[in-house]
């Protein structure tokens, strides 16, 4: 087996680590986003929205801690406050308590947005010879998928 130099490894390490950072930031916002309607879902499906963004805002919890282990495996540092984390993400935060339907169909864009990006880090890390994060990355893109399937059922 080729062994890379240290800091070609370093390199690879960091690129893949700050393609991480930008995953990262989504699944926090989106998260924060999830929870905020599973608080303020109202309507005729109010129990079983309440229990579904639940699930989803838990699962989106323990893939936080996930990816953020994973760039700290690779060496690097993660960010950790909500204004980095703002900065970093390519989602819209929602301050306000949309109709459930648009809560789902904005869940449902964000679930596809971050499945996406996955998509295109998988390929950096793929490149980077980082079996470790596409193994990580697989999963989330099925659990993003799955997510977003669900949620599109609940709009047709």
């Not at 980095?84 to 596809?112: C, R, V, W, Y």
Request: aromatic content about 8%.
């Amino acid at each position: 087996m080729k062994t890379m130099p240290s800091s070609a490894h370093n390199q690879h390490s960091q690129k893949v680590a700050d393609e991480l950072t930008h995953h990262l930031a989504d699944t926090y916002l989106l998260y924060l986003k999830t929870q905020n309607f599973h608080w303020n879902v109202t309507g005729p499906n109010f129990h079983s929205l309440h229990l579904l963004f639940e699930r989803q805002y838990k699962e989106l919890a323990d893939a936080v801690d996930v990816i953020a282990e994973r760039i700290r495996a690779l060496g690097c540092t993660t960010p950790a406050s909500f204004s980095h984390f703002i900065k970093l993400s390519s989602l819209k935060e929602e301050n306000g308590a949309p109709s459930a339907t648009d809560m789902i169909a904005q869940l449902l864009h964000d679930h596809e947005v971050i499945s996406h990006h996955a998509h295109i880090i998988f390929a950096t890390a793929e490149k980077n010879n980082d079996q470790a994060t596409m193994d990580m990355l697989i999963q989330r893109m099925r659990d993003h998928d799955k997510t977003a399937w669900m949620l599109r059922s609940l709009l047709q």
